[in-house]
């Protein structure tokens, strides 16, 4: 992204640095996602957090607006392949056999699992308000 001009001072940032008038975006191409997750998630100052949901990040079919908009559901679905991912590499193996009991310790102490499992809970919940809002011959065309 190019830089955005600013005037007065901002200030270096999470996602960006300020120099000579311009801050500059920080690319989450160029970022290695396992270490970028650990330091979001490290920086976070609380285990509360709230979601919203604005419009924008809603497909055309699912809201209408008049402004550019977002797909949310292809967000929701990288992150939870990504928390997926990385929550079950951080999982030891363990030698001896499988053990329903360790096996359900270890999915409870990780974190990471979780934001993917509440990722695609928040998708599931999303496609089921959308979808109650849409009539029913466009749900079941005759």
């Known amino acids: 992204q190019p830089p955005s001009r600013v005037w007065g001072h901002v200030g270096d940032g999470p996602g960006h640095q300020q120099a000579e008038g311009h801050l500059h975006w920080h690319n989450l191409v160029e970022v290695d996602w396992p270490i970028f997750l650990e330091q979001l998630l490290a920086s976070l100052?609380?285990?509360?957090?709230?979601?919203?949901?604005?419009?924008?990040?809603?497909?055309?079919?699912?809201?209408?607006?008049?402004w550019?908009?977002?797909?949310l559901s292809i967000l929701l679905d990288v992150i939870g392949q990504l928390a997926?991912?990385?929550?079950?590499?951080?999982?030891?193996?363990?030698?001896?056999?499988?053990?329903?009991?360790?096996?359900?310790?270890?999915i409870a102490g990780a974190p990471l699992l979780w934001c993917g499992v509440s990722a695609y809970v928040i998708e599931f919940i999303t496609w089921l308000f959308v979808l109650s809002l849409a009539p029913l011959s466009l749900v079941f065309p005759a």
């Open 84 to 106: 997926f991912k990385l929550g079950l590499d951080q999982l030891p193996e363990h030698e001896g056999g499988f053990r329903l009991g360790r096996f359900w310790r270890q």
């Open 68 to 71: 550019d908009q977002g797909a």
């Open 45 to 66: 100052p609380t285990q509360a957090v709230w979601i919203t949901i604005d419009k924008d990040v809603l497909a055309d079919e699912d809201a209408a607006t008049n």
